[in-house]
């Protein structure tokens, strides 16, 4: 008996909400990226230091737990999974604020991981009972904005307290000590994420759906079904985790790269990324789904992969120029325009992935490709930004050349794969959804690869 389709009209708000967690766990995540000379300074770090802390370290916990927390999320209540994370990344966040020394920031920011590990695998398994498959890109581009809208709070606001300097930043009290911008930053995050915890009380679980044969949900089920379709997977994963790994890498060295090399100041910094994280990331995560949903309305069942070749386009022409901009407006276009597409892989990689993915595995897949996330682009794409900078490209606008690289390289694995991962992918829609596919595209059956 076929399972009840969502209610076309109650998921607007657990979707805001779910945006709003997403934005703390985001801004949480990246605001020691506009503090990057501050927290050195305090703690005696390298840049290769630094870059561990924005990426290995948060990934650790995806690395460990991940998985099984995902195999939750396939059984058991996911609001209730989610509120759990939320509750831990804020007290990792508090730990955070309260550090001494690069191991101690280190060990709080591990589990700060804690957050993408509960909260996306979760929601990605919560929104097909939200969210008509019809509203789906939509709902996922929403709880994407949620992101660059993070992205925003964090830099505006870590700017701002950047630029007020110690002695503006102190608190009441003398509850840090010395009132250390970056410290302030991060207690204010947990307090935001207290406010999280509450919105998650406002609705309730949806009636689970479509669950099929759990017996399959097994780890060893779900390696078959990766080693069945390979050719669908390797492709279309290794596509996202490229635009990610740019996604990482811009956003943890764009913001030093402004002061460092284009004499912006920290408060105008701050600024610029946030404001363009939050006009332009958002527009453009937002635009993502609305796109999606419109090739489907269309019949073009490889709609989120077409969006995802554009946003690769954009990154490819952007990482061209990066290092070739020079004076405030230019830089400033250029910020405008990589910022346009760091949700992209949010909305695009969390759609593909519901699409093909049967109901039992779906947190579970989603799982895997967030670990994978933490394992390479979290890590790889700030590390290598720092390795080539210190290493092969030492001199004035090195950090520019270096994250230039590291984008130009993504985007061109990212566009390959995406061309090899199209025609596994629309063959694996016909045949998982029963879909029938639009006047553009030929039958699968006759003249795409077969899925497997």
Not at 353 to 378: F, K, N, S, T
């Amino acid at each position: 008996m076929p399972s009840p389709a969502p209610p076309p009209d109650r998921w607007l708000w657990p979707i805001l909400v779910l945006a709003f967690c997403h934005l703390v766990a985001i801004a949480s995540a990246q605001v020691i990226n506009i503090m990057v000379d501050d927290i050195k300074a305090s703690l005696a770090i390298t840049d290769v230091d630094f870059s561990l802390l924005q990426g290995f370290a948060v990934a650790m916990f995806a690395a460990v737990v991940g998985l099984p927390i995902a195999g939750l999320a396939d059984r058991l209540n996911r609001k209730r999974i989610i509120m759990v994370g939320v509750f831990g990344w804020t007290l990792a966040t508090i730990a955070c604020a309260a550090a001494q020394s690069f191991s101690q920031l280190f060990a709080a920011r591990v589990f700060l991981g804690i957050g993408e590990v509960l909260l996306f695998p979760a929601t990605g398994a919560l929104m097909l009972d939200l969210v008509p498959r019809a509203r789906l890109a939509r709902a996922i581009a929403l709880f994407g904005c949620g992101g660059p809208a993070g992205a925003a709070v964090a830099m505006i606001g870590g700017g701002w307290l950047v630029g007020q300097g110690p002695s503006g930043a102190a608190l009441p009290g003398g509850m840090l000590a010395g009132g250390e911008a970056w410290r302030v930053a991060f207690m204010a995050l947990g307090a935001m994420g207290v406010v999280a915890l509450l919105l998650l009380t406002t609705f309730r679980e949806p009636v689970r759906r479509g669950d099929g044969d759990r017996s399959a949900a097994a780890v060893t089920g779900i390696l078959a079904h990766l080693a069945l379709r390979w050719r669908l997977y390797v492709p279309l994963a290794g596509s996202m985790l490229a635009l990610s790994t740019a996604v990482f890498a811009t956003g943890a060295w764009l913001p030093t790269m402004l002061m460092r090399e284009r004499a912006f100041s920290a408060i105008q910094t701050g600024s610029l990324t946030g404001g363009a994280a939050l006009v332009f990331a958002v527009a453009g995560t937002w635009l993502v789904g609305v796109a999606s949903d419109r090739f489907e309305k269309a019949r073009r069942i490889d709609g989120v992969l077409r969006v995802s070749l554009g946003a690769g386009a954009v990154l490819l022409a952007g990482a061209l120029v990066l290092p070739l901009m020079d004076g405030a407006l230019p830089t400033i276009a250029i910020v405008c325009a990589l910022y346009l597409i760091l949700g992209a892989p949010t909305v695009t990689a969390t759609a593909a992935i519901q699409d093909v993915a049967p109901p039992h595995m779906r947190a579970r897949l989603i799982a895997i490709y967030m670990l994978l996330v933490g394992l390479i682009p979290a890590t790889m794409g700030p590390s290598a930004v720092a390795v080539l900078h210190e290493h092969l490209f030492p001199g004035t606008d090195g950090l520019a050349r270096s994250l230039a690289l590291v984008d130009g390289a993504s985007a061109v694995v990212a566009i390959v794969a995406l061309v090899i991962a199209m025609p596994f992918y629309r063959a694996a829609r016909v045949e998982a959804g029963g879909i029938e596919p639009g006047p553009h595209h030929a039958s699968p059956s006759r003249t795409a690869p077969q899925p497997g």
